[in-house]
């Protein structure tokens, strides 16, 4: 907790060392407390939101809600910018405004002491008085940021994919378990109880033998076609906008001339910075099949995988792609760009559908949407929701729904596909050594170089 803040501790022994002495019964505000539905100072969890674009606002609009936390730090490399999302700002100056006006609305004046905005992440992690952070940022920075937020001696809420190389993610989770600290992957459908509740069905045996997922990734949302009609236009050079650490924005990803759509959400179709749609959805849809699989520890051992991709312009992820990846028990998960977006499980005596977003489920039979799971099966729990299950995490020190682990495992079934498809092979995989056993190239990019100021 921050050390400058009045502990209820403190509070209750000084006002009893002052009026004790005097003969009178000491009142203290009920805000100290925690009256009026607040939770004391004390007890709160102090928050730093990492990246405050679109998904990053909306972490911290989300986490400011909850009662038990208060925002007091925001970090952002760009001052101020408008994104794909029509008519809204993000950026530090108005993440800073938006958690300033929150609090005066809220009628905490007294008792809150401001929001710093910094540009620079390893300042905001150097303030002790922080217990938890978001890392909101293009991917291509959530393992560094991670990895220096655990040796802060932070708890972390990370977007996913956890990592955008596989090398990252094994680091991450090292530094999070030496550091012992708490890590939830952005992963937030594995909080839905719907989607927890089918995956309990198929893994106390409801639709008989697993033997298939089959994951659905269409790419024919606006955004996807937006790209595609973009792939074969040439993107001119520009000025960095003023307020803009493009430099730190690129970070360890290699150098390369602004433009306007190598950034601010279109990032995420360019390799350097994400993995497209298979790292994007993808992490999302895949993630419910380790746990439905109960594969969360492990990952397949075989990928083939084969997809197009636009080449010669700035946007070079998958667009389209199909592939069949086998775990060591024999079930397949195979992947098509297949309508509606969600994930199936086959089993020999039936199947489950989820769709993805939202975990609306599909039977065959429809009767096992009607089923109990008793006390004595595979219960896998539920919260209130995906936050709420980290800060929870943070008070109890019991991992989260999507620990760094199980965010590291399925992170890295999305980078195999993609290695695979880049390198035109059927891949052999060792989950345990984490390597690649028939093919040098591939393994190689497990890992991929940083500039020379970053490294992991």
Not at 2 to 7: E, F, G
Request: hydrophobic share 35%; aromatic share 8%; charged share 25%.
């Amino acid at each position: 907790m921050r050390k400058d803040r009045v502990t209820r501790r403190s509070v209750l022994k000084g006002a009893a060392a002052t009026f004790g002495a005097l003969g009178f019964p000491y009142i203290v505000p009920s805000s100290v407390l925690g009256g009026e539905g607040r939770v004391p100072p004390s007890e709160r969890i102090v928050m730093g939101f990492i990246g405050v674009g679109g998904m990053g606002t909306g972490n911290l609009r989300a986490f400011m809600g909850k009662p038990e936390v208060q925002a007091v730090a925001i970090c952002d490399v760009d001052r101020e910018t408008k994104t794909h999302v029509p008519a809204r700002d993000f950026g530090r100056v108005p993440a800073k405004a938006l958690v300033e006006r929150y609090y005066a609305e809220k009628n905490n004046a007294a008792e809150y002491k401001g929001c710093t905005a910094y540009d620079d992440f390893r300042e905001l992690l150097a303030d002790g008085g922080i217990d938890a952070v978001t890392v909101c940022t293009p991917d291509h920075w959530h393992g560094l940021i991670s990895i220096a937020a655990a040796q802060a001696g932070k708890d972390i809420y990370c977007e996913k994919p956890l990592t955008n190389t596989i090398a990252e993610g094994r680091a991450v989770c090292e530094a999070v378990k030496q550091n012992k600290r708490i890590l939830q992957t952005g992963s937030h459908e594995r909080s839905n109880p719907q989607g927890r509740f089918a995956c309990e069905l198929v893994r106390n045996g409801r639709i008989g033998k697993l033997h298939t997922i089959r994951i659905n990734l269409p790419v024919t949302d606006g955004h996807h076609k937006r790209v595609l009609e973009w792939a074969s236009q040439p993107q001119p050079v520009m000025e960095v906008p003023d307020g803009f650490d493009y430099n730190f924005w690129l970070g360890p990803a290699p150098d390369a001339p602004y433009t306007e759509k190598r950034c601010h959400f279109w990032w995420r179709f360019i390799l350097d910075y994400g993995g497209g749609e298979m790292t994007d959805r993808g992490a999302h849809v895949i993630d419910i099949g380790q746990l439905g699989g109960g594969y969360d520890a492990t990952g397949p051992v075989e990928f083939k995988a084969r997809g197009e991709r636009p080449t010669g312009g700035l946007f070079n992820t998958f667009m389209k792609f199909g592939f069949d990846c086998t775990y060591a028990n024999g079930v397949h998960m195979i992947g098509t760009n297949d309508e509606p977006r969600g994930l199936k499980f086959e089993g020999d005596e039936g199947w489950i559908f989820v769709h993805i977003h939202g975990c609306k489920l599909e039977a065959e039979p429809a009767s096992l949407l009607d089923e109990t799971i008793g006390t004595d099966e595979i219960q896998l729990g539920r919260t209130e929701d995906h936050r709420q299950n980290f800060l929870n995490s943070i008070r109890s020190r019991q991992e989260p729904f999507a620990m760094a682990e199980i965010g590291h495992r399925t992170a890295t079934i999305c980078h195999l596909l993609n290695i695979a498809m880049l390198t035109e092979t059927d891949l052999k995989w060792d989950p345990a050594a984490e390597q690649v056993t028939n093919c040098a190239e591939a393994n190689a990019m497990l890992k991929r170089p940083m500039r020379p100021m970053w490294s992991l």
